[in-house]
């Protein structure tokens, strides 16, 4: 038996157009797999000879932190989702946004308003909720 996918995948151009944005936004060059450099190495390197500075690093261990924070609320949100039996089409149609906005928001690396994310917490009966804690800035 056959199953076929709701979603199209990209092939032949329109597939490498997409792994080219994908590893450009991920801050690497693609390399033709015919090349032995590594991708991505080029990158680490960098960063790394960057982290040396304490003023780069501190700004971004505050980026990974944050961007660690979304993206848990993203996955808890997604669970959440899957609990409900909603498609993410469903759910996109309960807060009144486009089906597609909300597919990329649980399959990409977003940074979702936070007025979306409230919106699909009560479309899915949670809430949000800040917690503090006791740290050097408060």
């Known amino acids: 038996m056959r199953t076929t996918s709701t979603h199209a995948r990209p092939s032949g151009e329109r597939a490498a157009h997409a792994a080219r944005a994908y590893w450009l936004c991920q801050g690497v060059s693609p390399v033709p797999k015919t090349s032995t450099h590594r991708v991505g190495s080029r990158h680490k390197e960098r960063r790394a000879r960057r982290l040396e500075d304490p003023a780069f690093r501190a700004e971004y261990e505050r980026a990974r932190i944050e961007i ?6 993203i996955r808890t949100l997604d ?10 089409a469903d759910l996109a ?24 994310v409230a919106a699909l917490a009560n479309a899915l009966g949670a809430r949000i909720e800040i917690v503090g804690e006791v740290g050097p800035n408060s």
């Open 68 to 73: 660690q924070q979304v993206d848990q609320i």
């Open 79 to 88: 669970h959440l989702r899957e609990e409900a039996g909603y498609t993410k």
């Open 93 to 116: 149609r309960l807060i009144g946004k486009d089906p597609a906005s909300v597919r990329r928001l649980f399959t990409a690396a977003a940074n979702p308003e936070l007025k979306t």
